[in-house]
């Protein structure tokens, strides 16, 4: 079957560096995607990989390795706004994006 | 620009009654979705639609049907409710063509209750 893991829940603090691991197997990959959701809100795209190697967009950067079947999303600078569930997805070979259960992110003080 | 608008924002449905949520886009994006998001599990594909005229049956189709009579409008209709479908639906569109990513863009998402 096809599976997607990252951690339930994480805690940082603000002005830190936190790491969220992606792990999958899914049949076929037609690239990986980062997505931010806040409480009650819609998702929000952040990052697209698809080749391996680091994504760098401001604080926020995407890592893949495909051999792996490894990502990673770096959030650098840690503000409180931070505070969310991020959720990594990946599109099969059938280009149907599988989908992690998410990671919620707990900014303190 | 709206985006993807999407209605009710919420409702509470008896069981056994039916209810139609709305999704409307204006970014001619060609692809559209349906997804339910529950505690603790990732999004999951309720139906999609590629284009205009066409749908397919995602990872939990049973008791949802869709239509996609033009590019714009994707309606979600539950027939005769359960219980089980008290989710928060969100609806999403993408546009598969060209060098882009194809990120998905999200409704706000619609709160459902089914008793």
């Known amino acids: 079957g096809q599976n997607i893991d990252q951690p339930t829940e994480m805690t940082a603090t603000e002005g830190a560096i936190v790491q969220i691991n992606c792990t999958y197997q899914?049949?076929?990959?037609?690239?990986l995607f980062w997505y931010q959701q806040h409480a009650g809100e819609a998702p929000t795209f952040l990052s697209y990989?698809?080749l391996d190697g680091l994504e760098e967009k401001g604080r926020f950067s995407s890592f893949l390795s495909r051999s792996k079947g490894y990502s990673y999303l770096l959030l650098k600078e840690l503000q409180m706004k931070d505070s969310a569930s991020y959720l990594c997805a990946v599109k099969d070979s059938n280009y149907q994006l599988i989908w992690g259960a998410g990671t919620k992110l707990i900014i303190k003080p | 620009t709206a985006g993807i608008t999407q209605a009710p924002t919420s409702q509470i449905l008896a069981a056994g009654r039916s209810m139609t949520l709305r999704c409307t886009q204006d970014?001619?994006?060609?692809?559209m979705y349906w997804y339910r998001q529950d505690l603790g599990l990732g999004l999951r594909l309720i139906h999609y639609?590629?284009?205009?005229?066409?749908?397919g049956k995602g990872e939990v189709p049973d008791g949802y049907s869709v239509s996609r009579a033009n590019t714009d409008d994707f309606p979600l209709t539950l027939a005769s409710a359960v219980p089980s479908q008290t989710s928060v639906y969100f609806c999403?569109?993408?546009?598969?063509?060209?060098?882009?990513?194809?990120?998905?863009?999200f409704g706000e998402g619609s709160r459902l209750t089914v008793l």
């Open positions: 990989n698809v």
């Open positions: 970014m001619r994006h060609n692809a």
């Open positions: 999403a569109s993408s546009d598969t063509g060209g060098s882009g990513t194809g990120e998905l863009f």
């Open positions: 639609s590629n284009t205009a005229g066409t749908t």
């Open positions: 899914t049949s076929g990959f037609n690239g």
